[in-house]
């Protein structure tokens, strides 16, 4: 599979300007957060709270005036903004060391702005993932009552209507995830049909919260670019998703049959539209093989 990097480069090919500029600004903050956890790669739990307490970044050319020798080179700066004093602190002492990481991603700057991230700022959150991550962590976790509150309603079936509000809540955790509906209608425009297989291999929690295999099926030129994405996304969409009240295992991407090309599961007006005459057996049976295809390449990885 190629990378993130890549499969988003490819997809932001067939896109107009300001989606593939929206498209941009993603692909940074994944590098900038794929750079984190490389830094603290020595504390995991580490990375994961500086990242849940980055609330924006930006890429920008240095308009600073200068004197000197080299006063008329571009400079450029990445300016980081959180809401936590003590992740300020973390992120300057390695300051350097995130910038020349950032080199290897592709990011080249002159110097990293460290700001606290004030007023409306602190109600942004980049990586809600990682937010998710440090709730568990420590014990709290406020979103998994509200889930399983939204779960309880859920059609046991999940046919016709019932897909159909699932793929809703499902279209909701794209645009929260994405943090702008333009451009996650830009990546869910590509995708021609999907549908949610409850995981039969997989017992309920005590109380009786479901799960989901969510598949997404696209044209075939697109297929490495949503694999991209959803290695890239696919962690923030998950985690948007459960305080909606839909608990996802894993997003799988698949090439859309003959019978579904050309068409859009979430067009722009009105309701997601599920597969017609879905097969959630079958469905549910593809799930437990892929999931056990993956079981089983991690163990001869190991």
């Not at 300007?17 to 903050?29: F, H, I, T």
């Not at 609330?55 to 080299?70: L, Q, V």
Request: hydrophobic share 40%.
């Amino acid at each position: 599979m190629q990378s993130v990097s890549s499969g988003l480069s490819n997809l932001m090919a067939t896109l107009d300007p300001d989606a593939a500029e929206k498209l941009r600004v993603a692909q940074n903050n994944l590098k900038y957060k794929k750079t984190v956890q490389a830094i603290w790669s020595d504390n995991p739990n580490g990375a994961e709270y500086l990242l849940a307490h980055t609330n924006s970044i930006y890429f920008k050319k240095d308009e600073t005036p200068r004197k000197g020798a080299g006063k008329d080179e571009d400079r450029f700066v990445l300016g980081v903004y959180i809401d936590d004093s003590t992740a300020r602190a973390e992120i300057n002492a390695r300051r350097e060391l995130l910038r020349l990481a950032l080199t290897k991603e592709g990011i080249h700057i002159d110097d990293l702005l460290i700001h606290p991230a004030m007023r409306s700022v602190k109600e942004h959150h980049l990586f809600p993932e990682s937010i998710a991550h440090i709730n568990q962590l420590m014990g709290n976790d406020p979103a998994r009552d509200r889930a399983i509150c939204h779960a309880a309603k859920t059609d046991a079936d999940l046919k016709g209507s019932d897909q159909s509000n699932l793929l809703e809540i499902l279209k909701r955790a794209f645009c929260i995830a994405f943090n702008d509906f333009d451009q996650a209608e830009t990546v869910l425009e590509k995708i021609e049909g999907a549908a949610l297989a409850e995981v039969t291999f997989r017992k309920h929690d005590a109380r009786g919260f479901r799960w989901y295999h969510c598949h997404l099926y696209v044209d075939q030129s697109h297929v490495r670019g949503m694999e991209a994405i959803v290695a890239g996304y696919g962690d923030t969409i998950i985690s948007r998703a459960k305080p909606l009240g839909l608990g996802i295992r894993d997003i799988l991407v698949q090439v859309s049959p003959a019978s579904i090309r050309g068409r859009h599961a979430f067009p722009p007006a009105g309701n997601p539209e599920p597969l017609k005459d879905l097969d959630l057996q079958k469905l549910r049976s593809e799930s437990a093989r892929v999931a056990e295809e993956v079981r089983q390449t991690i163990r001869k990885s190991r």
